[in-house]
């Protein structure tokens, strides 16, 4: 898998636009293992309610979903290829922009019915040692209809990602298409981009910069979601 993303491409967009999104990283099969996994430690009561900030208090108005955070010493098989993904990734941005990316962290993250998470940065003021967001989502199925999309947000005020404005004044880059596969096609309404949590699809922002939400969503919603850190 590893051998045919196109890093440049990635890495640059990354670097105009906040993020990018690969379709198909992981196919079903271990996306299946990896619900089953889930649905295994959930029986066992591994499970805990999400947090908020730099405390991580439970704020139930503010987000809900209910997580389990992964021993990055002993980290569940199935996690194998996001973990080289993200290994290559970091030592690729420390090469080229000297990020200091040192370490990983990322947790199972469940959304039963119900269940969001507002708008917000997940650095905020550089708080913590997050800088670069992943998220693996593992829905198979998804229709739109069950919600839960990222809502990935953008303050046309800020250069990134409008670059030049065309002389309609929306930036061209708001016409992009970002991603056009058999999922799904997507591109900007105005000042945001819905992202559907479809099996396989890996979404990987800009942590200190990037607003963003969750919707609510209908149905229970899987990912796995982590950090690369300072
Ligand atoms: C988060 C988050 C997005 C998602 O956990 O900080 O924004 O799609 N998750 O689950
Ligand atoms: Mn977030």
Redesign the pocket.
Same mark, same amino acid.
């Given at each position: 898998m590893t051998a045919t993303i196109d890093w440049s491409g990635h890495i640059s967009a990354l670097e105009g636009r906040g993020f990018f999104v690969l379709e198909n990283f992981l196919e079903d099969g271990y996306c299946n293992r990896l619900i089953q996994d889930f649905d295994r430690r959930r029986e066992l009561g591994e499970f805990q309610d999400a947090g908020v900030g730099a405390s991580a208090e439970v704020q139930k108005k503010i987000r809900q979903s209910e997580l389990i955070w992964l021993d990055p010493e002993d980290p569940p098989d199935a996690f194998g290829q996001l973990l080289s993904f993200i290994e290559e990734l970091q030592s690729r941005l420390n090469q080229q922009y000297y990020m200091g990316l040192k370490d990983w962290e990322a947790f199972y993250s469940v959304y039963r019915p119900g269940s969001y998470?507002r708008r %917000?940065i997940?650095n905020f003021r550089g708080k913590n040692r997050r800088i670069i967001?992943f998220i693996l989502y593992l829905n198979q199925n998804w229709e739109k209809q069950k919600g839960g999309q990222l809502r990935i947000y953008w303050d046309p005020g800020k250069a990134s990602p409008s670059s030049n404005p065309g002389a309609s004044g929306i930036p061209e880059s708001r016409k992009e298409i970002i991603v056009s596969s058999e999922n799904d096609v997507l591109k900007w309404q105005e000042c945001y981009l819905d992202i559907e949590p479809v099996a396989g699809r890996l979404v990987v922002f800009y942590a200190p910069e990037l607003e %963003?939400e969750v919707l609510p969503c209908f149905s229970d919603r899987y990912c796995i979601t982590g950090w690369l850190r300072r």
């Amino acid at each position: 898998m590893t051998a045919t993303i196109d890093w440049s491409g990635h890495i640059s967009a990354l670097e105009g636009r906040g993020f990018f999104v690969l379709e198909n990283f992981l196919e079903d099969g271990y996306c299946n293992r990896l619900i089953q996994d889930f649905d295994r430690r959930r029986e066992l009561g591994e499970f805990q309610d999400a947090g908020v900030g730099a405390s991580a208090e439970v704020q139930k108005k503010i987000r809900q979903s209910e997580l389990i955070w992964l021993d990055p010493e002993d980290p569940p098989d199935a996690f194998g290829q996001l973990l080289s993904f993200i290994e290559e990734l970091q030592s690729r941005l420390n090469q080229q922009y000297y990020m200091g990316l040192k370490d990983w962290e990322a947790f199972y993250s469940v959304y039963r019915p119900g269940s969001y998470y507002r708008r %917000h940065i997940d650095n905020f003021r550089g708080k913590n040692r997050r800088i670069i967001t992943f998220i693996l989502y593992l829905n198979q199925n998804w229709e739109k209809q069950k919600g839960g999309q990222l809502r990935i947000y953008w303050d046309p005020g800020k250069a990134s990602p409008s670059s030049n404005p065309g002389a309609s004044g929306i930036p061209e880059s708001r016409k992009e298409i970002i991603v056009s596969s058999e999922n799904d096609v997507l591109k900007w309404q105005e000042c945001y981009l819905d992202i559907e949590p479809v099996a396989g699809r890996l979404v990987v922002f800009y942590a200190p910069e990037l607003e %963003h939400e969750v919707l609510p969503c209908f149905s229970d919603r899987y990912c796995i979601t982590g950090w690369l850190r300072r």
